[in-house]
């Protein structure tokens, strides 16, 4: 068992709170300015924007959680919250594509007039708030499910913005209003695709299915080339958060390893077999070491 780390809730937390004071302060700008303008587009923005608050709020309750001591009653701590926490964000993300392309369709027929002048502007202001937040969340995507997640709301609004300056570039210059709903629609297509990518990540963690990178027939293939070691079962490999892979085994070795006191060598072994020969590191790795002559009485393995 590895020694204990910090799992990415600290240095989360003032990152998000950054975020989300940006993120609230572009959604008034923005919703002032769909107001103004009736800009679909823009109001599309904005309610992702709403989303991105709400999901950031989440996010940041889930690194508060993270950081609580592990207890007798919960031994691993709240280390899923960040995984749950990104969950919701995945499905608020996917709700708010459904919400934009469904009303985008219903006015693409009929499309208002829109002033293109107070629409870039808006959505300028927009855009550079979307920057500032990405740049503020982008040193810890890599280390945390939660923060990759909440990167990926400000990233999305930040692509909205982008689509809403185009469309007004679009109005101003061809007239053709109708660019302000495609704009809308365009900015649903390109949430959907990221949204289930996320959802797929935070469901493989909370199924604890393997992960990623980790290939259980090389790594039993390797515990069985230890010496003394016989058989390998019950070998199981998952993630209780994003960044904190654990594996466990019953690992058959011959019974004079029980006699001699050559058996804590050989979980010694072990354990650093599984923390430095495979693509995705396990320093927590929990052996039950067996004597071959327990085979008889042992349950059945699971694999």
Not at 73 to 97: K, M, N, P
Request: net charge negative; aromatic share 4%; with cysteine.
């Amino acid at each position: 068992m590895g020694a204990g780390h910090d799992h990415g809730g600290g240095a989360s937390r003032g990152r998000l709170v950054a975020a989300l004071a940006i993120t609230i302060a572009v959604l008034v700008a923005e919703l002032a300015g769909a107001w103004i303008t009736g800009s679909l587009a823009l109001l599309t923005d904005a309610a992702h924007m709403a989303t991105d608050s709400a999901g950031l709020l989440v996010a940041l309750g889930a690194a508060t959680l993270v950081r609580r001591a592990a207890s007798d009653r919960r031994t691993w701590g709240y280390l899923r919250a960040e995984v749950i926490a990104a969950a919701a964000q995945a499905l608020l993300l996917l709700g708010v594509a459904v919400f934009v392309v469904v009303e985008a369709i219903r006015r693409i027929a009929d499309a208002p007039e829109l002033p293109p002048f107070e629409l870039l502007v808006f959505a300028s202001v927009g855009l550079a708030g979307n920057l500032v937040a990405l740049v503020i969340l982008s040193g810890g995507r890599d280390r945390s499910m939660n923060l990759r997640a909440a990167r990926l709301e400000v990233l999305a609004d930040a692509f909205g913005s982008v689509a809403v300056i185009v469309a007004g570039i679009v109005i101003a210059t061809t007239g053709f209003v109708a660019a302000d709903t495609i704009a809308a629609i365009l900015i649903g297509v390109v949430i959907v695709p990221r949204a289930v990518r996320l959802l797929r990540e935070a469901m493989s963690v909370l199924l604890e299915s393997t992960p990623k990178g980790l290939d259980l027939a090389s790594i039993r293939a390797h515990l069985e080339a230890v010496p003394h070691v016989r058989s390998v079962h019950d070998l199981h490999a998952s993630r209780i958060a994003s960044d904190l892979p654990v594996l466990s085994a019953h690992v058959v070795v011959d019974d004079e390893c029980f006699r001699d006191g050559h058996a804590p060598e050989i979980l010694a072994e072990l354990q650093a077999c599984v923390a430095s020969h495979f693509p995705v590191a396990i320093e927590h790795s929990t052996f039950q070491l067996e004597p071959a002559s327990h085979a008889d009485s042992e349950h059945a393995s699971h694999r």
